[in-house]
Each structure stands twice: as structure tokens, then as C-alpha cells.
């Protein structure tokens, strides 16, 4: 059984803001500037999947240098010092962050799945049977970063049912 998703565009923006200010910038000196592009690009993405009383995908996506910047912030580290494991390990940790957040909010019931990260574009990832809901897209330092929520279209069907 699926309900309706709880969590909305505010609660996510909230959210990735406290990430944000948390991990990637406790300073203040470079927040993620929103542009509320779906469609902008990205190079490399994370995801996580819930499943149980809600079921759909949370995907961070970004450019490489977004992400190695992530990674250098994340891990307390310098730019040039960040590696692609470094990187891996950040991206499936910042998704898996967010997921957490979204998973507190819904219903009993819901899993988290282990992150999956690919450093590729996010055009190669595929979701299949599943539409975006929700989304926080935006540049940090000029680099574009996505937040987004995809549920599965199977849960829609059969909310409308």
C-alpha cells in the first residue's frame, strides 16, 4: 500500500537547506542560489529509494566540480586533495542525508535503501515507472546541483484508483 507523499517542494527546499548550512557551507559564504531549472545539467548523481508506505527515488545531482566541491567541504579537505572515491563517498552520503529527512516524514512503514552513486550524467540513470513530484534545483559557486524526489507511477495509479 502507498499514500500520498507528504513531503512538498517547501519541506524538501528546507530540507537541502539544512544540509547545506550544515555540511557544504556552515559559514554561510556560498549557499545553493535556487534557479528552478529542472532541466539543467548534471555530470555525476546519488540516489536512494523508499519503499513500504510511500515507494519512489531522492537524486542529488550535479557537475563534477559541484561534487568535488561537496567533497572537499564535506570531508574537511582541500580542493585538489579530493578523490573520486572521495567524491562517491559524499555524494551517497548527502543523498542518503536528504532521504533520511524525507523518510521521517512519511508514514511508518518506509525503508531506505543504501545510496547508489554514478559518477555519470544523470540522463544514463533511469527510473523506470516513475515521475518527478518535487525539486530543488540551483548553482553553487556558479555549479549546478539538483535535489529532486521521484515517485513511483505505479503509486500514483493507484492513489487515483
Known sequence: MSVEVEVDENDLAEMVEQVWESYLDP???SPLMQTYD???PSEVHSSVSITG???GHVVYASSRAAAQRAAAAF???ELEEVSEEDISDTLGELANIVGGNVKAMLPPGAQLSLPQV???PESS???PNTERISGVYGLWEGEPVSISM???STDTKEEGA
Open 38 to 40: 529542472e532541466n539543467q
Open 150 to 152: 521521484w515517485q513511483s
Open 27 to 29: 559559514e554561510g559564504i
Open 125 to 127: 540513470a533511469r527510473y
Open 53 to 55: 508506505s510511500w515507494t
Open 75 to 77: 570531508l574537511a579537505m
Open 118 to 120: 554514478v559518477l555519470a
